[in-house]
């Protein structure tokens, strides 16, 4: 789950991170009022979406009248932003932060994320902050100090001075860091979350270190005993079918192909869908319907899978190890005739009562495509697939 900067902001200032003053609008009256409430003399508009580079797609101004806080405010409301970071989604703008300007100094690189190949939370920063970040990542990986956080110890200062003297900072702001590393570890910790980035973490006009922006990505799995931050989701900034399958307990990933892919459990889904390419197919989606799945989820899948625009064939893949592969059958069968499926299925069957599984789909009389095993589906939706394009 990702937040936006004004939701991630509330959760810095509330762990004592230093954040600039700035108010959330949700029309121009709101952000004029913001504007007036902050005061000074010059202000930041910033479109709220759920990705980076929203500045160079015209998701941030700096603007010095409350004419022009209202008139980028109404702008940015009626835009989508699609940036390098939106998997080709435009995101609408629903909402704008209106920030006090603030004098910079410098801009840093700061971040926490869990880092799989060493099983820690691991800091990353640079003293090259700013949008191309990624781009300084990529061609001077040297000015990227790392930080790993032993999981029994947990984080330590001299860890924060070990970041701030490889950044180049002075004493006093090695000093602020660590507060600032030490809170961001206890709010990573306490909350689930699997990414915090600040970028950038500015040095001020008063020379102090604070958060000048802020991303944060919770692990979805940890929502269910964190419901203050669960209902800070915003599906708008989400893959509509992404959403709608969440709310069913799916795992569903939307990709590029036109074989949709049914399968319990995430490994087997995965496989699936790599022996569908090496059969010269191309997945529609990832969707894992779950170990002990049954009927109604099922014909829930089905429904998402189909409102997919170039769908030509779907492929069930189901081991039935919790679950019975009678129930599958039943589900399916229920599914295709309940929701009109105009696409070929093909359904492999494996495991718990297989036989009767397999029994119910011949005698339903629907045209339900039996497999053997994983590669006879693959290849059959493939071959269903091309012969439905040919089709149309």
């Not at 835009?79 to 629903?94: C, E, N, R």
């Not at 922006?213 to 900034?237: G, P, S, T, V, Y």
Request: hydrophobic letters at 45%; glycine letters at 10%.
């Amino acid at each position: 789950m990702n937040f936006h900067e004004y939701q991630a902001k509330e959760l810095f200032a509330s762990y004592g991170i230093p954040v600039h003053a700035g108010k959330v609008a949700r029309t121009p009256d709101e952000a004029v009022v913001a504007a007036q409430s902050l005061g000074g003399k010059m202000w930041v508009v910033k479109a709220q979406v759920h990705a980076g580079g929203r500045g160079k797609a015209g998701g941030v101004k700096l603007v010095r009248t409350l004419d022009d806080v209202r008139a980028e405010t109404e702008r940015m409301l009626s835009m989508k932003i699609s940036t390098y970071q939106t998997g080709g989604l435009a995101l609408p703008v629903d909402s704008v932060l209106i920030a006090e300007a603030t004098d910079i100094e410098s801009e840093l690189y700061l971040s926490a994320l869990i880092d799989r190949v060493n099983r820690c939370v691991t800091f990353m920063g640079s003293a090259a902050g700013g949008v191309d970040i990624e781009q300084v990542a990529a061609t001077e990986p040297e000015k990227i100090v790392t930080v790993k956080v032993d999981n029994t110890a947990g984080f330590q200062a001299y860890q924060a001075r070990q970041m701030g003297f490889g950044m180049g900072l002075s004493a006093k702001h090695v000093r602020q860091l660590t507060g600032i590393m030490s809170a961001l570890y206890r709010l990573f910790t306490d909350k689930d979350l699997s990414l915090v980035e600040v970028n950038p973490l500015i040095i001020d006009g008063k020379d102090n270190l604070i958060a000048l922006d802020a991303k944060i990505n919770m692990d979805d799995n940890a929502l269910f005993r964190h419901h203050d931050m669960a209902a800070m989701r915003d599906e708008a900034q989400e893959d509509p079918t992404e959403a709608a399958a969440s709310r069913h307990g799916l795992n569903y990933i939307t990709l590029d192909g036109n074989i949709a892919c049914m399968v319990n459990g995430a490994g087997l889904a995965m496989a699936t869908m790599d022996v569908v390419k090496l059969n010269g197919g191309e997945p529609a989606n990832f969707l894992d319907v779950g170990g002990g799945t049954n009927a109604e989820r099922v014909k829930e899948a089905f429904k998402i899978i189909l409102s997919g625009e170039h769908v030509e064939a779907i492929l069930v893949n189901i081991f039935g190890g919790i679950v019975r592969c009678d129930l599958i059958a039943q589900g399916i069968i229920a599914a295709v005739e309940e929701v009109g499926v105009s696409v070929p299925v093909v359904v492999r069957l494996a495991g718990t009562l297989v036989d009767e599984g397999r029994k119910l789909l011949a005698e339903s009389g629907l045209a339900i495509i039996s497999a053997a095993d994983l590669n006879d589906a693959a290849q059959k939706a493939v071959a269903a697939a091309n012969n439905s394009e040919v089709a149309q």
